[in-house]
């Protein structure tokens, strides 16, 4: 007997737990089943005794963790005869509709907030060849106008207020079960429209409950910590934000979609929301890379940010485990990387053996 399974994808792996059926054509591109990596350098760096693991997403196929619920919304689309689905976006959910689009034979229009999306992410949606409309607002406008525009016109949403979405992005919450053995102590993650925190919330909330088709994996449930950028912080100021602003152009969004979803998860979890300034986001986005080779996106290091302030102050005490989603992949955003490396400029030296021998003799 062949032994050898294939991953396909993770509406795949765990079909039994998602709304699909034996005829559903999936629509996949590999997605899912990415590392959790224990940092090894950081812990000992900040001398604290905690065991913190990150969730690199950006190791999915287009680069983010909108692969998850991509890959269910638009499966899902196509079995309900959609041939156009259509986001508003930051970035990496209009790289990722238009992936999966391809992938379906369908098309897929993109609203993005003109110049303040990272270049990889456009890069992308470009290649894929989705139509992109670029606007003079910010995601928030945009978002508007998709929820009003999808009453005149035959295009299926795919933002996350799309159920369908969650439901793909609860897989990540059971792939860390899965891998652990149970749920950490703390789950951080980087808060924009809330929807993935809402979705892993799901995961391991499903994880945890006895149904009639399946059995408890794990009793555990983490306290679930959500960080904005305190340009775009809502969560913290309880109240929605009109002009939201950030280098962290992934969560520069000040209306959530997924608002009392997510105060409910703050609730259910004894969890909380806070800050991080964009220069505590650069660093840790910087931190992960010069200490732990894990390049992500600024936005994706809000959750290290947050778990390292919430560590520092004991908010999150020593002897716990932590896991902190690193979003997005740190080639979306050359600019914003390439710019903190100022003072780091490659010299460029003559094409000989003493210029190149002097080079390393000189930084070694
Ligand atoms: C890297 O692509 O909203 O709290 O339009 O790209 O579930 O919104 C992106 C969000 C975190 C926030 N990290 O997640 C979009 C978009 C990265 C992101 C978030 C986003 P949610």
């Given amino acids: 007997m062949d032994t050898h399974t294939r991953y396909t994808g993770l509406i795949e792996h765990y079909r039994d737990r998602l709304p699909v059926s034996e005829t559903t054509r999936l629509i996949s591109l590999g997605e899912g089943n990415t590392p959790l990596i224990q940092l090894q ?21 287009t680069g983010s963790f909108k692969d998850r619920g991509m890959t269910m919304a638009v499966t899902k689309a196509v079995e309900a005869g959609s041939q156009a689905i259509i986001c508003a976006s930051t970035g990496n959910t209009s790289a990722a509709a238009a992936a999966y689009a391809v992938r379906a034979g369908i098309k897929a229009f993109v609203l993005i907030p003109e110049g303040k999306i990272a270049l990889g992410k456009l890069a992308q949606t470009l290649m894929y060849g989705a139509k992109i409309i670029q606007i003079n607002g910010n ?5 508007a106008l998709v929820k009003e525009v999808a009453d005149h016109a035959p295009v299926t949403i795919v933002n996350s207020i799309n159920p369908f979405r969650l ?4 897989t990540a919450a059971f792939e860390i079960v899965d891998e652990l053995g149970t749920a950490p102590d703390y789950h951080c993650l980087p808060v924009g429209n809330a929807g993935n925190i809402t979705a892993y919330w799901k995961g391991y909330s499903e994880y945890s409950t006895d149904t ?4 408890a994996v794990t009793d555990k449930r983490p306290v679930m910590c959500g960080y904005q950028a305190a340009g775009a912080a809502p969560f913290v100021a309880g109240k929605m934000v009109d002009n939201p602003e950030t280098i962290a152009t992934a969560i520069r969004i000040g209306h959530p979609q997924s608002w009392d979803l997510a105060w409910n998860v703050q609730k259910q979890s004894n969890g909380w929301f806070d800050s991080q300034t964009d220069q505590q986001i650069l660093a840790a986005q910087k931190m992960l890379s010069q200490y732990e080779g894990i390049f992500c996106e600024p936005a994706s290091a809000t959750s290290l940010a947050g778990a390292l302030q919430d560590i520092a102050s004991g908010k999150i005490p020593e002897g716990s485990r932590i896991v902190c989603t690193l979003t ?6 050359p600019d914003t990387a390439i710019a903190q490396c100022k003072d780091a400029v490659p010299v460029t030296i003559d094409a000989s053996l003493d210029a190149v021998k002097k080079a390393i003799l000189d930084n070694i």
Avoid: C, S, W
Avoid at 42 to 60: A, S, T
């Fill in 41 to 61: 350098n950081i812990p000992r760096l900040i001398g604290k005794d905690v065991d913190i693991y990150v969730k690199f997403e950006g190791l999915n196929p």
């Fill in 139 to 143: 995601f928030d406008a945009g978002m």
């Fill in 167 to 170: 439901e793909g992005q609860k």
């Fill in 212 to 215: 009639a088709t399946h059995k």
């Fill in 328 to 333: 997005g992949n740190g080639i979306k955003d």
